[in-house]
């Protein structure tokens, strides 16, 4: 059998799964819950529970940021000539991880994972194993530290920098405060990476039922979860002054909808769009 090709990367070695707070929800296991994994633990079930009893459609939501992601790796692929992923908020490791779309476009496919939950890292080693030709990287590191990611050896190691990269963040940026200035974190990474890089951003809103959102953010603080939805001009400034694909920063199921067109676009409450770096 072929070995894939397969680098792990462990910020601190000593790390022990056994760290992980399952007494309190996080954002990964409660999405690894609503979109029917196994990866979520009774704290996690009780939040993801109360926010669907707000937002009863929650599970179709996080399918739709899902698809989204899928749809944004292969068009960035098909059309950018992108083949290379730097991919931050990776969550449990769930159908349809980035470096299993971008693999099937090209099985070179290269992409390095980051995110800041430990249980995140446990899995990441057993599951995200790439194809014989294509290279994965984990980076345990925090999106609030562009500079750490950016200096990590792995991303050296597994992106060709030179070329154009993409820059996923997905659905992660709902979990940086406003007084963390996420937008400067961003224009940090988005400087770093060479023209045609493309950044690709799915956000959750209160834009499309301000109530029930603000009331599924109540509820997270309460459990200890700050979210900050966000309207359409600040998801917008993320992408600073790259150009913005069509059909720019649209509701998730509008951005570039395989097939039809949705029926009611709004029904999933995030914006998304993707832009590329002018050359
Ligand atoms: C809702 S999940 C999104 C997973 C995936 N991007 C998707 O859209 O399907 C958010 C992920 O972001 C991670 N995350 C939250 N804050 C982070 C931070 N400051 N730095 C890195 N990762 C973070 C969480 O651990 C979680 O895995």
């Known amino acids: 059998m072929v070995q894939p090709d397969w680098t792990w990367v462990d910020e601190d070695p000593g790390w022990r799964p056994a760290v992980i707070d399952t007494s309190v929800a996080h954002s990964a296991r409660m999405y690894d819950y609503w979109l029917g994994g196994k ?29 989204f992601l ?11 000539g992108i083949d290379q992923f730097l991919d931050i908020g990776t969550g449990i490791p769930t159908e349809g991880n980035t470096h299993e779309v971008a693999q099937l476009e090209n099985p070179d496919a290269r992409v390095v994972y980051v995110d800041n939950d430990p249980i995140v890292l446990a899995h990441a080693r057993a599951l995200m194993v790439g194809s014989p030709t294509g290279r994965t990287a984990y980076v345990h590191a925090d999106l609030r530290e562009p500079e750490a990611i950016l200096r990590h050896p792995a991303l050296a190691e597994t992106l060709d920098l030179s070329r154009p990269v993409g820059l996923m963040l997905v659905s992660v940026l709902m979990l940086l405060q406003d007084a963390e ?46 979210l900050a939805p966000r309207g359409r001009e600040a998801v917008a400034r993320f992408f600073g002054d790259w150009e913005l694909l069509e059909p720019g920063v649209v509701p998730v199921m509008a951005w570039s909808p395989d097939g039809h067109a949705p029926e009611d676009p709004e029904a999933a409450y995030y914006w998304a769009g993707a832009a590329r770096k002018p050359r």
């Open 70 to 80: 899928g749809r944004a790796v292969r068009r960035l692929m098909r059309e950018e």
């Open 181 to 226: 200035d996420p937008w400067a974190r961003v224009a940090e990474l988005r400087d770093a990476l060479p023209a045609g890089s493309c950044l690709v951003v799915s956000h959750v809103t209160g834009d499309f039922d301000e109530k029930a959102v603000s009331t599924v953010a109540e509820a997270e603080n309460e459990g200890r979860l700050p």
């Open 39 to 67: 990866t979520n633990f009774a704290a996690d079930r009780a939040l993801g529970d109360e926010v669907e009893r707000i937002i009863p459609t929650i599970r179709f939501m996080a399918g739709e940021n899902r698809r």
